[in-house]
């Protein structure tokens, strides 16, 4: 089992910033592209930004600019720094991951439960 947990979200008001994390845990023998996605009410799920293992980086040109996206290999985390911060950015932001479990299976996508960013005076 992986288990992939997001921390960070919260309330700020237009042109704050908040960093969100997220921590994979569980059976893990190497993690490829992570990510964040997120989802506003009405809307479908969309890419925020990603990130490889050799950490090349792709962010929606929405974002491009204010949001940064790392990890930390040896943690198991990806953060997202977002700077800037505007009321169209509202959405609840889940953490993504390719994970590979054991060395012999094939790579699947993991999803966290989602965190809840809030842009608003």
């Known amino acids: 089992q992986v288990q992939l947990v997001e921390s960070g979200g919260g309330l700020v008001q237009p042109g704050g910033s908040l960093r969100l994390s997220c921590a994979a845990s569980?059976?893990?023998?190497?993690?490829?592209?992570m990510g964040w996605y997120r989802q506003a009410p009405g809307t479908e799920r969309e890419l925020v930004a990603t990130?490889?293992?050799?950490?090349?980086?792709k962010y929606a040109d929405s974002v491009k600019g204010r949001f940064t996206i790392s990890r930390d290999n040896v943690q198991k985390m990806v953060y997202l720094q977002m700077n800037t911060l505007k009321p169209e950015d509202t959405a609840v932001y889940y953490c993504?991951?390719?994970?590979?479990?054991?060395?012999?299976?094939?790579?699947?996508?993991?999803w966290g439960q989602g965190t809840q960013v809030t842009v608003s005076s």
């Open positions: 993504n991951a390719i994970v590979t479990r054991l060395r012999i299976e094939t790579p699947r996508a993991y």
């Open positions: 990130i490889t293992s050799g950490e090349s980086t």
């Open positions: 569980g059976i893990i023998f190497s993690i490829d592209t």
